[in-house]
């Protein structure tokens, strides 16, 4: 109904004032031909008369306009005369527009991105219903957000704050449905997790307080929906199945809705089991041990009118009372709330703080596009001067003006924002999705919410305003007469104004993100090819772990024999090794190393820290690391033979004096053991970073220190990069014949390789996409001045050019100060960048600046950018006909 | 012509009415009437009138008809409101009021002789 009315009433207003400014026209008409009578009565002529009224009546349109506005103003109209006219002067310049655009699509684009993120992982609560007043509870000084299970319970049974709280923990199993085993990951969550939540199950039902009955009393399952997706293909009859985890039949009661993910996040489980159970799935026995935390988090809804000050006092109270009773576990036993999510304190500041740069970074790059669309609109503005005088002198108002103006303005940065939020949701989307490792279930919700939308507007119309602003004064000051009777003052500041430093520092920083970004990408080029001490490619790697399949640490050196030898019998393989962790793989091991001779063996003693690798005899061979002096291991080298070690270089050089002499010497372990070197490898990359220092190393018989998860390296004698397909089917179909419900993840190492370069990619791609935002804030602001002076001085160029001058000197004429410019950004942009790359090479291994062709890059994409900006300005120098011109102005 | 007095902004307004109360008049007639009261003495620019007229007409202190003028022809008049003519008092009440002391303080002052 209102709509209608509102309707109802535009279209009145709009007939009446058809009517009005016809009634107006005639009432002018009348008191004119009044006028004109009294003239003739006066003894001139009618025509004489009529025209002498007409001048004694003055401007007619401008109070017509006057009239308009004194009828309360007919704002709507005036915009809509605004918009069409905008649109026909942007439609005249397409280059201008398409600039400017761009410009703000980019721009705007990355603040939407950046807001978004922040906006997915710290301004929005987890996707629970009521996720404002979900807290977590975080212990003492320190923070420490894992709880013990007995700490647990009297939290969740003594506390007054909370509609009760739920405990959940991270597990790893292995899933047997009968088919392809598979690695999962799951939440043990406490019987309440769901009620305490407030979800409701999309199939079958969850996991419920009523579920347990102590250790194992309830072997259940709840699927995620995207498990349930993924794995059992929305078949519905999966409720009451029954699956084997960890070789434990466990029935399937129920689906998760599709929107909840778990209540981490970057991280989202597979399926749901419940706690009591726990212990049956890792063989731990850690429920009763209240000095054992273990709980990954408590966390639960707050009461209504409970403040988080109130329950952490609580909370408190109950921590007094357990440090009282349990003085030897619970020490440190006051509470504090936070936001569940990001797993309390943890990771929250350094991403608060990793992200605030990047949002600062992002307005920066805002800001500095609009000054840069702010002299282009300026010289737009200068070029225009003629058109707003004659618009002026015609009986506009420079309020109309201005408007018209912004009304331009605020259409650009629309169409920019438009077309930058657009752009920053197929992004956010693909992100939210993004799976960058394979064995690592990843959540991110950042998809943009109605937030978002709001902020990218907030943005488009912040950033219209100010560049738009830029050429207000130029117009309040024109007087229209003296440019109508002389034409637009060629008056061009010679001296070295604000705008030419901005100008210069985005030059240079555009100039020092190119040059990082070309070494970046260059080292990364370059690590492709790098020894690491091993050799990735003709590799496959199988990662299994044996408690999954059920196997006792007895059962596992045998059962880990038999897979090797099994590999071994594939064709085409030419060497099988085990090691615990590859090396450059998430998870490696470190150990303190003393000296044979220290006794008091307390960590300050030390003599350095090394990376620990178990490993079969065959590692060396599989891997290709070599082996420098002594000798490799042999399937002798067991529990009961004497403790032997292989070290790298690093560690003989550094820890036992010097690499000729190491072998036959001994070192010790913080245990005590005695451990005799008996062979000397190649230093190699171990850590998941490349750009790491030489670090001591020490590999030990696997053996002699044994682990059920392990690591398969397979080398093939051909080229499996292009097939790999054909050997991991005959590597499945070996481990299937030696146990069907071995879960296995294969990859090869190449593959595997990419989480260890993944940080340097990030850090390539992060200087490339700043790189070309660098590259367009300068562009811009190239352009921008290049016009500018251009249009300034199109006069003087038109007079060189009649005097004789030749396309050069009008060139260097018009553009050389924006030339200049450019060079002294750019060199002094390469030299800060130079030194720049020093931070970058902690990140990205072997990146240097001291590369030919890093150099001539730079060079040559400042040249281009310069070129590229100074195009379209250059081509209307040019163009300058000075008869035209001159008789023109 | 030179003699003739810019109007203050502002007053054009009360002019208007007091053109006006005095009988219905269409805007020509209007602009003459200011200059016969007025002795000629203020400069009043043709166009300029209209404006104050169409404001004047949606304050509802004047209303407006057509009909037709003395020299036969058809033209717009217009006539004071009830609302016009309590603004005219009210106006010039104060305008005297200011006028009145504003004369006071530029008259000699008895310190100055």
């Known amino acids: ?139 003492g000084n ?188 619970d020490d440190q036993s006051s509470f504090s709330l936070v936001r569940p999510g990001l797993h309390g304190d943890f990771f929250a500041p350094a991403m608060r703080a990793f992200l605030a740069g990047l949002m600062l970074l992002a307005g920066t790059i805002l800001l500095g596009a609009c000054a840069n669309l702010g002299s282009l609109f300026a010289a737009r503005a200068a070029d225009r001067g003629r058109e707003v005088a004659l618009r002026l002198a015609l009986g506009s108002s420079r309020m109309r003006i201005l408007r018209q103006l912004m009304t331009e303005a605020t259409l650009i940065s629309l169409a920019g924002g438009a077309a930058g939020l657009a752009g920053s949701v197929v992004l956010l989307h693909r992100l939210s999705g993004w799976q960058p490792f394979p064995q690592f279930p990843m959540n991110m919700p950042v998809t943009p919410d109605a937030n978002v939308y709001l902020v990218a507007l907030l943005l488009a119309l912040a950033s219209g305003f100010l560049f738009g602003a830029v050429p207000v004064k130029q117009v309040l000051r024109t007087n229209p007469y003296e440019i109508v009777k002389a034409g637009s003052s060629a008056r061009f500041g010679r001296r070295l104004t604000v705008r030419d430093v901005l100008l210069v520092v985005q030059i240079a920083i555009c100039a020092v993100l190119v040059t990082s970004s070309m070494v970046a990408v260059r080292g990364l080029m370059r690590s492709a090819h790098s020894n690491f001490g091993f050799d990735p490619h003709n590799v496959m790697l199988v990662d299994t772990d044996l408690t999954m399949a059920g196997y006792s640490e007895d059962h596992v050196p045998a059962m880990q024999r038999r897979m090797i030898d099994a590999m071994q019998a594939i064709p085409g393989v030419t060497s099988v090794g085990l090691v615990d962790t590859p090396p450059l793989h998430m998870g490696w091991g470190i150990a303190p190393v003393f000296t044979d001779q220290t006794t008091d063996l307390k960590p300050s003693n030390a003599v350095a820290e090394a990376i620990t690798y178990s490993i079969s005899p065959e590692y060396l061979h599989a891997a290709e690391t070599a082996l420098l002096a002594g000798r490799a291991f042999t399937w002798q080298d067991d529990k009961n033979a004497p403790k032997v070690a292989l070290v790298n270089r ?221 195009w379209i300005p250059a081509q209307r120098a040019l163009g300058v006909n000075p008869m035209i011109l001159l008789r023109e102005e | 012509m030179n003699d003739q007095a810019q109007i203050l902004p502002g007053t054009l307004d009360l002019l208007i009415l007091r053109a006006v109360s005095l009988g219905p008049l269409h805007g020509y007639g209007i602009l003459l009437r200011i200059g016969q009261i007025s002795a000629n003495a203020l400069l009043i620019e043709q166009g300029a009138l209209y404006p104050g007229l169409f404001r004047l007409v949606r304050k509802g202190l004047l209303q407006a008809n057509w009909g037709t003028s003395e020299n036969n022809r058809k033209a717009k008049f217009y006539e004071l409101t009830a609302a016009g003519s309590n603004r005219l008092r009210e106006e010039t009440d104060s305008w005297n009021r200011l006028a009145g002391a504003i004369a006071a303080a530029l008259s000699p002052q008895p310190e100055e002789i």
């Open chain 1, 650 to 870: 690093e560690f003989a050089g550094k820890i036992l004096g010097s690499v000729t002499g190491a072998i036959g010497k001994h070192y010790k372990l913080k245990d005590g053991t005695r451990i005799e070197v008996v062979g000397i490898v190649e230093d190699g990359k171990y850590t998941a970073n490349l750009a790491e220092d030489p670090q001591p190393a020490m590999f030990t018989p696997i053996l002699q220190s044994p682990r059920s998860d392990a690591v398969l390296v397979i080398r093939a004698n051909r080229e499996i990069g292009r097939d790999p397909e054909h050997l991991v089917a005959a590597i499945r179909s070996k481990l299937r014949g030696l146990d069907a419900g071995l879960p296995a993840f294969i990859q090869t190492w190449d593959e595997e390789m990419n989480g260890a370069l993944f940080a340097s990619r990030m850090a390539t791609m992060s200087l490339g996409v700043l790189g070309a935002m660098g590259a367009m804030l300068s562009i811009t602001g190239i352009f921008g001045m290049a016009a500018y002076s251009v249009s300034k001085r199109l006069r003087e160029l038109g007079i060189r050019m009649a005097l004789g001058a030749q396309r050069k000197d009008v060139l260097l004429a018009a553009l050389g100060r924006p030339l200049k410019l450019l060079a002294f950004g750019s060199v002094t942009g390469l030299l800060v960048g130079i030194l720049a790359t020093r931070v970058l090479a902690y990140i990205v291994y072997q990146a240097t600046p001291r590369d030919p062709l890093v150099l001539g890059g730079v060079v040559l994409a400042m040249l281009l950018l310069g070129l590229f900006a100074t």
């Open chain 1, 142 to 329: 320190d923070k420490y957000i894992v709880q013990s299970y007995p700490d647990y319970q009297d939290l969740r049974d003594r506390n007054r704050s909370f509609d009760g709280l739920a405990a959940y923990n991270i597990v790893q199993a292995g899933l047997d449905t009968g088919k392809d085993p598979s690695h999962v990951w799951l939440y043990a969550v406490s019987g309440n997790y769901f009620d305490v939540l407030g979800i409701h199950p999309y199939l079958g039902r969850f996991i419920q307080t009523s579920d347990e009955h102590g250790p194992s009393s309830a072997p259940y399952i709840v699927l995620t929906y995207r498990y349930w997706h993924s794995h059992f293909q929305d078949d519905r009859g999966v409720v009451g199945r029954t699956v084997q985890l960890n070789k434990h039949p466990y029935t399937i009661i129920g689906v998760a809705p599709p929107e909840f993910l778990g209540t981490l996040l970057f991280f989202s489980p597979d399926f749901f089991v419940p706690m009591v159970n726990e212990d049956q799935l890792d063989g731990s026995a850690n429920m009763k041990d209240r000095g054992r935390r273990w709980v990954f988090e408590v966390l639960g809804h707050l009461k209504p009118g409970v403040t988080t000050a109130q329950a952490a006092a609580d909370l408190s109270s109950i921590g007094s009372y357990l440090e009282k009773t349990y003085p030897k576990e």
């Open chain 1, 1 to 139: 109904m209102k709509i209608l009315d509102w309707l109802r009433f535009r279209m009145s207003t709009l007939f009446q004032r058809e009517q009005l400014r016809d009634e107006m026209e005639e009432e002018l008409r009348s008191h004119i031909q009044h006028c004109a009578d009294d003239l003739e009565r006066s003894g001139v002529g009618r025509a004489e008369a009529e025209r002498r009224a007409r001048i004694e009546f003055g401007g007619r349109e401008k109070y017509k306009e006057a009239i308009h506005v004194s009828m309360g103003g007919n704002f709507t109209e005036t915009c809509a005369q605004d918009i069409r006219f905008s649109l026909r002067q942007l439609r005249k310049s397409p280059g201008f527009t398409f600039v400017a655009v761009l410009t703000l699509a980019l721009a705007i684009g990355a603040n939407a991105l950046v807001f978004a993120v922040m906006n997915g992982l710290f301004l929005r609560p987890l996707n629970v219903p009521d996720g404002h007043s979900l807290y977590a509870i975080q212990r």
